[in-house]
C-alpha cells in the first residue's frame, strides 16, 4: 500500500501539478508523514518551476478579470447550487512541475 502511495506521489510530481493536488492527496489518503505540509512543499517548490497556463500576448490581461466575473454571474445565474463548487472545490491554478 505505501509503495502504490509513493507511485501515485511520483506520478503526481512527474507532471503538471499544484501544491494543494500534493497536499490534498495525503490528506484524503490519510497518509503519515513525519513533517507538516508546509514543510513537504518547502522542500518540493525550491525543487520545481511555475508554469503558467498563458503568455503575455494571448490576452492574460487584468480587464478580462470584468469578463470573467460576468461569466461567473451568468452561471451562478443558471446553477447558484454549483457556488461551493466552484469557490471550494475546483482545483485549477497554476501548475508547478518538478526542475529537471
Do not use: C
Request: charged share 25%.
Amino acid at each position: 500500500m505505501a509503495q502504490d502511495h509513493a507511485n501515485r506521489l511520483a506520478g503526481i510530481l512527474g507532471a503538471k501539478f499544484t501544491p494543494g493536488e500534493v497536499i490534498h492527496y495525503i490528506e484524503d489518503n490519510n497518509i503519515k508523514i513525519n513533517i507538516s505540509g508546509d514543510e513537504l512543499l518547502d522542500i518540493i517548490m525550491p525543487m520545481s518551476v511555475k508554469n503558467p497556463e498563458a503568455d503575455h500576448g494571448e490576452g492574460y490581461w487584468i480587464d478580462h478579470w470584468h469578463y470573467n466575473l460576468d461569466l461567473l454571474e451568468n452561471y451562478l445565474a443558471v446553477y447558484p447550487e454549483n457556488l461551493k463548487d466552484i469557490i471550494f472545490e475546483k482545483r485549477v491554478l497554476t501548475f508547478w512541475t518538478l526542475k529537471q
